[in-house]
């Protein structure tokens, strides 16, 4: 059962490098392994933070992000992380698990729809940089608050917000992802632990699984047309959607 989890978090680690939604393979393994809900939730989170890492670290070494960007993305990522995980700490995984699916859904289809929508961005605001930074900051507090909570599809979200902000080099956009994924989970980590809901032996043998199966998948990508990747984007985003709502 442990070698399972391991695979599990390597699998979550390879598609949170290249879309998101790995939560929706480890939270269920965990489950399965007897965690109540809260429990499973906080020891995913903490299971995938090594990941994310190694994953942006995979992406970095192609396409060097600026670090302003870094930094936009950072703070509201801290802020919305720590909020969303202390909200599930109260109110637990029941009551969101009615609205997932139909977040899910919506995330694919901003994604799909970035193209049209910056166009439409493009002619209200501008090109400035200034302004489209502004707007991330404010669009990445919201999505940190969602991945602080759950996180599933969290990276999702992400890209479509990156390519409405005017970012168009999806290897570049996957490195912010995963960066920001670093700083939403890490908080959330911390929140978690100090709330007494991490399984600490599970999650450190999870870390290794999602380490290589980050780093891996981030290495591979960018050798892989770009198309290739947003389409497994699309449909990770519709069969999470339709998992979860299943599941609801």
Known sequence: ????????????????????????????????????????????TVALV???????????RDDDVDRRDLWWMAIPSVVGGAIGALLVLWVGNRTFA??????????????????P??????????????????LLAVMQLGIAIYGGFF???????MLAMLGLVGQDNLSRMNGLKNFAAVCINGV???????????????????????????????????????????GLVVLVGLGMGCYTLLKA
């Open 188 to 230: 959330a980590a911390i929140t978690f632990f100090a709330g007494g809901q991490v399984h600490l032996p599970l999650a450190a043998a999870m870390m290794a699984g999602s380490i290589a199966g980050g780093y891996g998948a981030a290495r591979i990508s960018t050798r892989i047309d770009a198309r290739w990747v947003r």
């Open 1 to 44: 059962m442990w070698l399972a989890l391991i695979f599990a978090a390597a699998l979550a680690g390879a598609v949170n490098a290249l879309a998101g939604g790995g939560t929706l393979i480890t939270y269920p393994a965990l489950l399965a392994f007897g965690l109540p809900p809260v429990a499973a939730n906080a020891t995913s």
């Open 151 to 157: 996180g599933a599809a969290m990276g999702i979200l």
């Open 50 to 60: 090594p990941g994310s890492l190694s994953a942006y670290w995979g992406f970095r």
């Open 117 to 134: 929508l910056k166009k439409w961005l493009d002619r209200r605001m501008g090109v400035g940089h200034g302004r489209r930074r502004a």
């Open 98 to 115: 009615r609205v997932v699916p139909w977040l899910i859904f919506g995330a694919t289809a901003l994604f799909v729809a970035q193209v």
